[in-house]
């Protein structure tokens, strides 16, 4: 059986940390340019230098997004960026244009590159081309059914890897190659500037009767005809590693860490599970699929893997995500006293009743025993985002475990 690898997104130096915490094999994380997440915070070169040197203490790898599709203008500045990721050594580059993977390969041919899924990889010729040009791994289309991709590992080099996305948004367009942004939002998608217009509501307007509009009803609110549900595969984890996938993937460079270390969790169980008996993982799916529901989510759908889509696949009421949880932060150093430092993200008052998450699978009820700032005044809550204050739950708290409220009603989010 191949060896299966759990890949998972960082949108920032600490979400890096989190996904290697809470079960990565490797993390793909973005720079400051040249990847397809501009609205990210992404990575300084300071950043980058720190997270994969963390991520290599601890076995993991990273790999780093340069899959614009890249205009003449780019390209002086893709090998200047690419000489200063050289003295960093990142395990691999995520790329899709032919011009930047040749920069990539004259500047860094020590380092390997992985074919990004907007370079549309839906047959075993185009996974045989970029293998015969160096490439080491080859993304899938979303658009591929498990099957074709059964096909592909039979046509194409034992050495040579397959990374498939497991779980995520999925894109309206063919491969995540759109239009919809730059000619609505004057914002190009693949420079990584998409605006999400596939998540708008529309209306029809007939030709000759400007200004009056229709709506596409699909119930009294009318519908988002290209809301696609998100993409989850928890529940089919052994068809995933039965069809020659080396890479399972989340998309996700946007989220936070709470979203990170809660599927970075759940699949890594899945994963090891399933690996030491399928009896096993068959016997722990409830709380698979229950871990899974406390993210963000925008309902579930198994995308394209066990054929064409339905009318099922999309949403037609909102686009929104429901939040059953809120992130209040993730602990940080100790101190004698028994206290830690946390980085609040939301509000959370003593006497609250709150969890707490552990990378080994764990979920901790207690209660908020006392918030003191860092002059060591007390507080009764911490209502100030981002202010660093020390944090009495009344147990050992290790650093990186997260701190979440389970809220009453679902949270809903745009």
């Known amino acids: 059986m191949r060896k299966t690898e759990l ?22 994380i973005g720079g400051e340019a040249f990847g397809l997440r501009a609205k990210a915070k992404n990575f300084s070169n300071e950043d980058i230098r720190e997270g994969i040197q963390f991520a290599h203490s601890r ?19 893709v090998e200047e960026y690419f000489h200063q990721l050289k003295e960093m050594e990142p395990d691999a580059l995520i790329i899709s244009d032919p011009g930047v993977f040749s920069i990539a390969r004259r500047v860094l041919p020590q380092v390997d590159i992985h074919i990004s899924t907007q370079a549309n990889n839906t047959n075993y010729e185009t996974y045989r081309f970029w293998w015969n040009l160096g490439a080491k791994r080859v993304v899938s289309a979303r658009e591929l059914s498990l099957e074709e991709i059964r096909q592909i590992r039979q046509q194409i080099p034992e050495e040579m890897e397959i990374e498939s996305f497991i779980h ?23 420079q990584g ?23 596409v009803y699909e119930n009294e609110r009318g519908t988002f005809i290209f809301n696609s549900k998100d993409l989850c595969m928890i529940e089919h984890v052994p068809e995933m590693i ?44 409830e709380w698979y699929k229950a871990e899974i529901g406390k993210c963000t989510t925008r309902e579930f759908t198994t995308g394209f893997y066990f054929g064409k889509p339905t009318e099922e696949m999309q949403i037609y009421q909102n686009s929104t995500y429901i939040k059953n949880y809120t992130y209040l932060g993730t602990a940080g150093q ?36 006392g918030i003191w700032n860092l002059e060591g005044e007390p507080q009764m809550s911490a209502p100030h985002a981002r202010q660093m204050v020390w944090i009495d739950l009344g147990i050992q708290v290790e650093q990186y475990d997260i701190l979440r409220r389970r809220e009453p009603e679902p949270v809903i989010t745009a």
Not at 169 to 190: E, H, K, T, V
């Open 168 to 190: 995520g948004a999925m894109c309206i367009s063919y491969s995540g190659r759109c239009l919809l942004s730059n000619f609505l939002a004057g914002r190009d998608a693949n």
């Open 334 to 369: 100790s101190d004698e006293k028994g206290r830690f430092l946390l980085e609040q993200k939301n509000k959370f008052s003593v006497g609250e009743t709150i969890e707490v998450m552990k990378p080994d699978g764990r979920n901790l009820e207690v209660q908020v025993k």
């Open 59 to 77: 076995g993991v790898k990273v790999y780093i997004t340069a899959n614009i599709l890249a205009h003449n203008r780019d390209l002086k500045g």
């Open 242 to 285: 039965e069809a020659g996938i080396d890479s399972f993937k989340i998309e996700g460079r946007m989220k936070t860490a709470l979203y990170v270390a809660a599927v970075a969790r759940t699949y890594r169980k899945a994963i090891d599970d399933y690996l030491e008996s399928p009896e096993i993982y068959r016997k722990n799916m």
């Open 7 to 28: 890949l998972i997104p960082a949108g920032s130096l600490d979400v890096l940390k989190t996904a290697v915490v809470y079960g990565a094999d490797a993390v793909y």
């Open 193 to 215: 500037a998409c605006s999400h217009p596939c998540r708008w509501k529309y209306s029809v307007v007939e030709e000759t009767r400007p200004g009056e509009y229709m709506p």
